[in-house]
């Protein structure tokens, strides 16, 4: 092999290993946002139907305390909510919500309270603890990932 061939072969060399450094760092770097940006999109659909949720547990507990009946209809929204939940949600968010429904039912078989008793009687129980709870947790462990 002729001596002149080995610089330019060196050089060849360098310049492909240089392209393809570039070319699998580029990659990995896109790769790396890609999934940041995927679990940035799956905390914030998380985030609102958790709200949602709170919402409407909210509505129906507060109905519950001082409404003589409920009809199934009334916590079909609820239930849907928690149907999402499964998909998307840890085993602890999910009996969680499962136990606010729970409470909520027997709370309207329960009997009423009066309109005066409500702030007091809120103040005791707040219903959607063990839920935040467990929602901010499960959101504070899928940012940190």
Known sequence: MNTIYVPALAAFGGSAFGAISSIITNW??????????RHSRSAAKREKLYKSFIGEASRLYADALVSDGYEISTLVDMYALIGQMKILSSDEVIAAAEKVATLIIETYVSPNRSFADVPGFVREVDPLRDFSDACRRELQLAGSD
């Open 28 to 37: 990995a770097a896109e790769r790396r946002k890609n999934r940041v940006r």
